[in-house]
Each structure stands twice: as structure tokens, then as C-alpha cells.
């Protein structure tokens, strides 16, 4: 068990809970709609505290596609039952929408099997997360009502599409109205389905949707050594309602930790640039995939880690296992967290969601929700370890209050809160002052390689990955003994090797994270959808439903033809950047 260091006893020591939560009393006095003036008071404070700690800030303006929802009114037989709905999605016309309502369960497709739902309303189990809305539009349904299992109604935004639209991806925006009820409503809603017929509905939805200048405030603790090499460190300011946790306790975090890590400042080999972000929740992600459009090259050649932080601190979250991590940052994690709190961090997946604009980037990251809430602790958790985990993800969620009014400040245990704040500044610490920069290619290649393990049995004779397999095995062998020599390196080599080293690192993880993670090309975003490892060798999936010989069996081949050059190519350029790195 790795010990904390004198510093990083003082950096810890120092953090501060007023401090904390008087950062985010004060943030959460906003509601902080994306592109309005009060979320400008919010940046306006926060870039007032930087200020004050002695950093230069910027604030730059971009515009991005902003949805903010209205009003709502649905009623079922003349009874009216209370809902909202959400941003992105269409309005109804003037007068509403008159529509049978047909239950739909928990909206997978399996649940509108047999189900003709064409031209009507769907109930639809759980919150309103994309991938729902997307599969009650594909199978025809008129209008999407869902169904929240808490008293409160989660404010959600069902698009999939990343960021704002281009022309070619304007048609994957939501293109019937949605609306969400919470469980009393919802019980409203299924005694009505219990008749012979279907019920009526009736839905009246306002939504304001279009382009909106919004912010992004940076500012940059330059380190010594290496100042050109940053942590990209970001959280959004926007927020639903006065989001308290979701996400004045964050922005507070990323306060703190500045804080904490100023007095020793002259340790720092690299820099620490923080971002806080706006359009993170009425534009999905909009001010983070802006920034990753508008700084591409500077992000792409100098960003070591984007360490994310959203919604820390939340009353009973006592989970500190399941936060969010690559293979190759998940060790960072597992110490800080061990050293700290005595618990044993397993980490979760990545999924799309969570301002991870930066992975098509190759950028390695850290981090989400770094605790939650124990299993079962929050009815929606289900949903939101859908929306916001990957493959696998067990996370018990972030509170019932999530995404709802009720979302203040008594919502945060100030101790829990710390606590947050001292992993965040650990393991800032690490990445901005070792020597040598602690990520572990050996865990990416490895992890890499079991996933094309994984494709080539499912794909079995149907698509040959023989190839793939064999040159990401001998990858996950030249990253061990390249690991091997970052470990060396860290105790007997001398400042310049060093930064050739990290380089040599750098260059490595952007294929590595692409590959693992992205299916986009480097300058594009992946749809905001759960996507599997190596998203790029999915359609295997699909062929492995279609029938010999035919015309869709053999144009998936075509594509995954091509798609399978394309990891061969990656992992070929994975190779040449670790020989070389070895060779330091």
C-alpha cells in the first residue's frame, strides 16, 4: 500500500468543508440554465474566485444548440396528471395531442414485440434516457410518456446526438414529444391501462430549442517542467433547477483543490488547466465537444488526462468502488482511494455520457461520479447506471433528488464532500508532479486485447479477427516491457529522458484510448448511445444475425472489412510508438 507523501499530507490536511460548502451555497443561489444571465452570475462568481487565488481567466463564447424546457400538461380520460418534459425533445402542435396510450414496459424492443404502437402514446418504465425515447420512435410510437419510479421527476435530455448538430447529424434529433411523470402519476397512468380499451391521453409540451452563445471559463496553474503538458481538470456550471450537487458541489471541488495545491505550486511538473463547462445539460454536452472542436490540436498534443468531477458529496454516498476509469488510470484511482478511505476501488467503465468529449481525441481519462449511493438506495439507479456507465456498470446512483427540484444544499454531507475533494487533489497531484507520468499502458494494451479476444469468439467463423488477435497480443507484450521501463525510469532517469518518456507515453495512449473507445475518426464525437468495447468491430453484432449468403450479410462483411484495417492500422502505429519509446 502506497503512503501518502509529506506534501500530499498537507495538500489533504488543507482541504477545507466551509470552504466547500460555502463555494457551493453560493453557486447554487442560481438556476443555472444554459445561456441565460443567471447561469452568467454563476461564471461570473467562479471566475471572481480564480481571480482571487491569482490566476488569469478566460472566458470564451461559442455557440451551441440549446434546448430548454417550457411547460407540459398531460391529462388521461379528463384526469390531469403532473408532468414536465425535456430538453431536445419536438413540441406538440398548437392544441396538443389527443393519442391512445399503450404500455410499453421498460421500452427495450423485446416490449414492443407483438405491440403495434404506430400512431400512439407510449408508457414507458424508468426515466427518459436516449436510448429509450430513440426505441419508441423507431417502433412507431406517436408520443413517449415516462414513467419515474421516485416522487420527483428527473429533468432529462433525450437526445443522442453529442453536442450540437451538424447537417448530416440534424436528423438523429428527437422527433416526437416527451414528457415524464413521477410515481404517483405513473400509478395514474397503469390503473388507466387496466380497461378494455386504451386510454386517451392528452399532451400539451413547450420547449425552447435553438442556438444560444454560452460560455466556457478556463484558467491554468502552469507547472514547472513540463508546462506545455496539461491536466485538462472540468466540470460543467449549468445545472437543472438549483443543482446544488449536480453541479455547484463539483465546481466547488475543482475551487478546492486549486486551493489545496497552490501553496506548492514549484512541485507541479505540468500544468493544471481548469474548465467549466456550460451546455452540459440542455445541449449534451455542447460546451465540452465545443471546446474539444476549437482546441483540437492543442488538446491533442498536450493533454495528459481529462479528470472530470460531477455531482460529489451527495448525502449517503458512501460508494467509493465503482467511479468511472480507464485501464490505464484506474491505479492512480485504487491508491488515492486506498490510502484515503481504506477502500478497495474497482472501477466502472466508461459509457457516453458525462462531458467525455475528448476520447475520439485519445485522450485518457478519470473519473465522473468519483462516489454514490449504496445499491438500491435510489429507485432510478438502474437507469442512470444505463445512462452514464458502461458495460457491466453498477453504480447505485447519485440520489433521488438528481435532476429535480430538490436538488440544495442540505442534499450534501460536507464531510463526504472533503472527502471527495481530497481524492480529486491526490490524484491531480500525481498526474501534475511524478516524474514520469503514472499511466499504465500495460493495463490499456491488455484490457485492449481481451476485448478482441472477446469479439474474435463471438465473431467466430463468421468474420475472421485471427489477425487482429495476434498483433494486439504482441502490443499488450511490447507495452509490458515499455511499462517496465516507465517503472525504472521514475527512480534512475534524469529530467529530459523523463520528458521524452512521457511523450513517447502520450503517444501511445492516443491509439490505445481510441481504439478501446472510440468508433468516430479523431475530429468527430460518437453519438451519446451505450456502445461496446472497440465500438469500431460493433457490427459483428449484426452479422451474426443475418443469413448466409445474403445481401446484408455480405455488405456488414464489407464494412467490417474496413473496420478491421482500421484497428490493424492502430494498433500497428500502438506498436511503432512503444518500440521507439522503448528504445529511450
Known amino acids: 500500500m502506497r503512503e501518502l507523501s509529506d506534501v500530499e499530507g498537507k495538500i489533504v490536511g488543507s482541504v477545507s468543508s466551509e470552504r466547500l460548502m460555502s463555494d457551493t451555497e453560493t453557486i447554487a443561489r442560481w438556476v443555472r440554465l444554459s ?29 451551441a444548440y440549446i434546448s430548454l424546457p417550457e411547460r407540459a400538461e398531460l391529462t388521461v380520460e379528463g384526469t390531469e396528471v403532473p408532468a414536465i418534459t425535456h430538453s431536445m425533445a419536438p413540441e406538440t402542435p398548437e392544441g396538443g395531442l389527443e393519442l391512445p396510450l399503450v404500455y410499453a414496459g421498460s421500452g427495450t424492443w423485446e416490449d414492443y414485440s407483438g405491440k403495434d404502437v404506430r400512431g400512439k402514446a407510449v408508457l414507458v418504465e424508468g426515466i427518459a434516457i436516449p436510448g429509450k425515447a430513440r426505441t419508441a420512435e423507431e417502433a412507431g410510437a406517436a408520443a413517449c410518456v415516462f414513467a419515474n419510479a421516485d416522487e420527483y421527476v428527473h429533468e432529462m435530455i433525450v437526445s443522442t446526438l453529442w453536442g450540437s448538430p451538424t447537417p448530416e447529424t440534424r436528423r438523429d434529433l428527437p422527433r416526437v414529444p416527451m414528457v415524464s411523470v413521477g410515481a404517483a402519476g405513473a400509478k395514474i397512468l397503469r390503473e388507466s391501462l387496466e380497461g378494455p380499451a386504451p386510454p386517451t391521453v392528452h399532451l400539451t409540451t413547450r420547449v425552447f430549442t435553438g442556438w444560444k452563445e454560452i460560455p466556457t471559463l478556463v484558467a491554468q496553474l502552469d507547472g514547472t517542467e513540463e ?40 512541485r507541479l511538473r505540468r500544468s493544471l488547466r481548469l474548465a467549466f463547462w456550460s451546455g452540459h445539460s440542455h445541449g449534451r454536452y455542447a460546451g465540452s465537444a465545443w471546446y474539444a472542436d476549437n482546441f483540437w490540436e492543442e488538446l491533442h498534443e498536450n493533454c495528459v488526462l481529462h479528470l472530470n468531477t460531477d455531482s460529489p458529496g451527495g448525502r449517503g454516498a458512501t460508494v467509493l468502488t465503482e467511479g468511472q476509469a480507464m485501464a490505464e488510470t484506474r491505479g492512480v484511482a485504487a491508491d488515492a482511494i486506498r490510502e484515503l478511505t481504506g477502500e478497495e476501488f474497482r472501477g466502472s467503465r466508461f459509457g457516453r455520457s458525462g462531458d467525455q ?16 449511493q449504496p445499491a438500491g438506495q435510489d429507485a432510478s439507479a438502474g437507469d442512470v447506471a444505463a445512462l452514464l456507465g458502461g458495460p457491466g456498470a453498477k453504480g447505485g446512483g447519485v440520489g433521488w433528488w438528481w435532476h429535480t427540484t430538490e436538488d440544495t444544499p442540505d442534499k450534501l454531507d460536507p464531510e463526504l464532500l472533503a472527502r471527495d475533494a481530497r481524492i480529486y487533489a491526490v490524484v491531480a497531484h500525481r498526474f501534475l508532479s511524478e516524474t514520469v507520468l503514472p499511466l499504465d499502458v500495460r493495463a490499456s494494451a491488455e484490457e485492449l486485447l481481451d476485448h478482441l479476444r ?4 463471438k465473431a467466430g467463423e ?24 516507465l517503472e525504472g525510469a521514475r527512480e534512475n532517469d534524469g529530467p529530459e529522458v523523463a520528458r ?17 473507445y472510440a468508433r468516430s475518426d479523431p475530429f468527430d464525437h460518437d453519438p451519446a448511445v451505450p456502445q461496446p468495447p472497440v465500438p469500431l468491430l460493433a457490427p459483428i453484432d449484426r452479422l451474426l444475425l443475418t443469413d448466409r449468403g445474403s445481401d446484408e450479410e455480405r455488405e456488414i462483411t464489407t464494412v467490417l472489412v474496413r473496420r478491421r484495417n482500421h484497428v490493424m492500422h492502430e494498433l500497428a502505429q500502438v506498436g511503432m510508438n512503444l518500440r521507439n519509446g522503448s528504445g529511450i
Open 454 to 457: 472477446n469479439w474474435n469468439a
Open 227 to 266: 508546462p506545455e503538458k496539461f491536466v485538462l481538470f472540468s466540470g460543467h456550471i449549468d445545472s437543472w433547477h438549483y443543482g446544488a450537487m449536480d453541479n455547484g458541489s463539483a465546481n466547488a471541488l475543482m475551487l478546492e483543490v486549486l486551493r489545496v495545491l497552490l501553496p506548492h505550486r514549484e
Open 462 to 485: 463468421r468474420f475472421d479477427l485471427f489477425s487482429v488477435v495476434s498483433r494486439a497480443k504482441e502490443v499488450a507484450e511490447l507495452a509490458d516491457g515499455f511499462q517496465q521501463r
Open 500 to 516: 521524452e518518456l512521457n511523450e513517447a507515453v502520450r503517444r501511445v495512449e492516443l491509439g490505445l484510448v481510441r481504439l478501446n
Open 357 to 372: 468529449s475528448f476520447m475520439s481525441l485519445g485522450i485518457p481519462s478519470l473519473f465522473m461520479f468519483a462516489s454514490e
Open 35 to 63: 445561456g441565460t444571465e443567471e447561469e452568467r452570475a454563476s461564471f461570473d462568481y467562479v471566475e471572481g474566485v480564480l481571480g482571487d487565488l491569482g490566476l488569469e481567466t478566460t472566458r470564451h463564447t461559442g455557440w
